[in-house]
Structures are given as structure tokens and as C-alpha cells.
């Protein structure tokens, strides 16, 4: 056997020394290996706590399907968590309710991921359960950059605004994001149903956190049922009574009040009150019960009224000392008062219009009252009140207050002694207060004299005789002509102070009435209907007047009527002025003058000679009226 050299031991040393380090490197790279796999496998349930911040795909879509709407619920316990936190996913719900979902999302909303603090929300869907625990057990999905940090930004933003998610019984789910919430419902038996087991890591933990729940769902239980009460019991509101306008001012003759209820006057302040709740609005009004509005110097002499409402607990209203069951009228009698032609137009068919409807149960509340006003029309008020009138005046000298559960302050005029069946309440008419008159005066003529009667009785012509002013200078020629044209004539000469039976009984015996332009003419409303007025219109274009005053009244009374306008001839004003003066030339363009000219000068400055040719025609066709009848 061939011995080795010398110089060759030193190399095989050399590959041993290689070989042995190559081997404790290996085993090294080995060791390492083994502990980087130890430390992979030690971590990897912390990665599984954030392994539903990469959404799998069947979250994905699920998100996508309208009628679907997830929670999934994971539970960190990663120390930076606090332990007590829970990672939800909110899939929204897509469909009619979802008209935002969809969009981009906007600067400053939050996530449809969100960490809710010390809240459980237990997951509905339909194989949800099943997909959470395929969830649990894959671990390849990778995390994606920054998820963790947006996460935490989301928790914090949470517990800031203290958000809450808790079930209830037929309520919404209240969730933090700004998205429209999803609605969920739970069974009765998971009301109080304790966190999903295995939440957390302790048994103390869960019994905290699940108390915790229990509070928060009774607090809300507590708030919601407050809020449904709240919504569907109405607040009380002390009620309202609507109480319309006592005072009516639209109309052109007269201020009206009418109004009912716990009403008190005041005879000594001249005051109505009408007793209201205190959350009634309050009314206050001053009223001149008289129908010549716009006449200031005729207003200025009428008491004024004040009607007002007042409540109980502000102001005690006065205490009643005569208390009625009857409604009162309250007018006035001053004014122009004491002329026929105004007794009637201006108080006696107003009057009749407005208490007509009471049938005679009313008082009657009087200003400015005239004693002998009273004994003149005694027969005419007593048909309209069976109740003895009342004077303000006195009542309120005797400190009384009077009590009614109605009241009317001024009368309802419409024109000159008319009533307009349209415009009255109780569609009375002028007619209507003429049969009333003969009535209450008990006159006996309802109808003229018919000459083929076979009585052989004339017709009556009465004349209206005028002692001062527009006195018929040839009055006895006159009546000359009147008989030659087959009347009765005779002349009338009343006076202010006769009682009104008397003078009515004269004018219903006549068939026909005959007078200058004047107050006297009211004495037509005596005549029986389908009698004649025969109107004699003095000088100066007044013509309109007259027609106004007496002439559209007789109609309206169901008479007829002839109008005789004179001529210059006719009037003393011919002997006054000349002939070239503006008075004859154009009359009527002295109306601008105002009605004092016109009364002074047309009507109180001349007297009246009537050209009987001219006047024949007239007398022709009156006795016509009862030739042919």
C-alpha cells in the first residue's frame, strides 16, 4: 500500500474545517428559518381580528343586491382596541329609500365602516351565519395599506358622537353613519338577549357590557315611547272663541252693531259690554246710533255708543241690576227728529226694519230722548215693542245696568222711507211698513174710492196746506179746479203737535194728495194703496230731490204718482231777481253752493201761484185713475 505524502494532510484538514462550517452555517439558516415560521404562526390570529377590513367578495356582492342589508360583527383583541370595541360593516339598503346610495362619497361622511363603542349588533341576513364562519376560518386575505389608520380615525369620530345601535321592538336601528339607516327587527325573545358568546375573554367583561346594553335599550325604550305619546297626544292650547265684528261700517247711512252673548250696558257710561273668554281678542268701538252718517253737524248732537268686549278675569264687567230675557235696540230719537218727513225716514221704518223680526218681544233703548216724541208715536212704538221703551238718559242718572242676551246699537236704513226687500234680513219691504202703520193706527182704507161703485161718492183730492214757506198763493182757485174736475177737494192743515191717529185718519179718507215739495208729503204712507200723489216741484232744479224724497217712496208704496214742475211764471223768485240772472238761466249750476243755498233760496225763499191751465191736465188724469176703475 502506497503511503501518503507529507505535504497532503494539511488540505484534507482544510476540506473538514469547510465542511464543518458550511454545516453550523446551514444549521443556522435552518434555526432561523424555523423561528421566523414559530413567529409567523404565533402572530397570525392578529391577523384574523383585521382580516373584514379587506371585504371578500361576497360582501361585495351582497352590497350590490337592493335588497339586502348586512352587519357583520367582529370582535379585536388587539390591546390598541381596548378590548370592548366591535368592527361593523354596514351594507346600505338600495331601492326606493336609497336615492343617495350609489354617489360618490362626500368630503366629511363617514365610512360604511365603523367601530362602534360598547355596542352588539347581532347580524340578520339570510346565511349570514354560514358566511361569517367561512369569514372565521380564511386567513390568505392580505391587508390592505392604511386600512388600520383610517380605522382608528373612524373609532375615534365614533366615540365623539357617542353613537348608538340598539335593537327595540319594531323601531329602526339607529347607526352613526350619516347613510340612510338600515332597518332592522328583532324576534321578542332577543330583546334581552346577552352579546354573542365568545365576544370577549372574560365572564366579568360580558356581564358588564351586556348590562351596559340592557341600560341603553331601556333608555331608549323610555325616549322613544315619550316621543310616540309627545306625537300622538296633542298639546293643550287653551281654545280660542271666535267672536266675528261686532260693528259693521260699511254702509253709507248708518254704523251697525250686532252682537249676542253675556252683554251688559252701562246706562250712565252709555257702554255695552260683552262678556268674553280671556283669550278672546279684544273689541272697542264708538257708535252715533243715528241713520244721517256723514252729516256732521246732524252726528255731532246723537249720543255716542261704546260697544267693547271684556273679560271676566281682566276687568270685572258692571253687575246687572234689571236683567232682560228679551234683545234691546238702541237708537237714537235727536238728530233732525221732530220733522215729519225725518220721524219716519230717518228712525220709524228703520226701526221697523230692524226689530220686525222679534214680533214685538224687544226693548227699545232710546237717547236723546223728547217726551212729547214719545207721546206723538206712542201707538207706533207699542206696535213695534211690547216692553215700555227704555231712556238712556234716565237709566243711567238711576246708576242702572241692564242685561240682555242680544243687542242691536243703530238702525238698518236703506233709502228714503224705503225698505229694499234684497237688502232686508227679513225680506220685508216698504209695503210691509205701510200695512203696519194702517194697522197700528187702525185706518180702515185699504183701497181708493171707485167712482161706479154706485155710492155715488166722489174721489177725495186733499190738499197739503203750507203756512210759511212754498205756500200755494192761489190755493181757493185751486181747489176751484179740483172740484170742477170731479173731486172732493178739501185742505189739510196739520200741525206738528196733532196726534198721528188723527192726521192718519184724515189722509186715508183721501184719493188722491196733493203738495208742494215738502215734509208734508210723508203723510202719503196713510193713503190706501193704489191712491194718488200729486207733487208740486218748486223753481231751480229739483226735480231730482223731489223724486228722491217723495216720489221713488210713493211708487215703491204702491202709489201713483204725478210730479207738476213749475215754471218762472209760477214763482215769487221772479219778483226777486232778473230775468237774465243765473238763478233762471242755470239753476242747477248753483247746487254747487251746497244744500244751505239750496234750502235757503230755492226752497224756504219762494212761494208758488200754480198756473191752473197748466195744472188742469194734471187734475185730468188723477180723476182718470178712478173714472176707470
Known sequence: MKQPQQGGGGGGVLGVRFESQRFRLLSIVVGCFLISVTFLLSSRPETAAFDTLSPKPWLEEARSTPTTAIKTVKSSPSPKLGGRDFLVDVAPRQGAQGENHGRLQSAGEKTETEWVKDTVIIEERAGGSERAEQEEAESGTDRQPGVQDDTQAARTTVQEEEAEAVHHDDLPVQTTTKKPAVVETTKPDQQDQLPVPGLFSDKETTQNVGGRMMKLQAEQATATTGQQQQQQTPAIIEPTTPLPPLCDFSDRRADICDFAGDIRLDANASTYTVVVGPATPAQSHKVRPYQRKGDQMCMGRITEITVRTSSSSTSPPPQCTHTHTAPAVTFSIGGYTGNIFHDFSDVLVPLYNTAHRYNGDVHLVMANVAPWWLIKYDKLLRSISRHAPIDLAKAGAAGEVHCFPHAVVSLRAHRELIIERDRSADGLATPDFTRF??????????????????????PRLLIIARHRTRILLNLAEFIRAAEEAGFEALMSESDVGDS?????????????????????????MFLPPGATLVQVVPWGGLQWIAHMDYGDPAEAMGLRYVQYEIGVEESSLKDKYPRDHEIFTNPTGMHKKGFGFIRQTLMDGQNITVDIGRFRAVLQEAIGNYLAQ
Open 437 to 458: 202703520v194702517r194697522r197700528a193706527l187702525s185706518l180702515p182704507r185699504d183701497a181708493p174710492t171707485r167712482v161706479a161703485d154706485g155710492t155715488g161718492r166722489k
Open 500 to 524: 198721528i191717529s188723527r192726521v192718519g185718519a184724515q189722509i186715508n179718507s183721501a184719493d188722491v194728495l196733493v203738495g208742494v215739495h215738502g215734509a208734508g208729503l210723508t203723510n202719503m
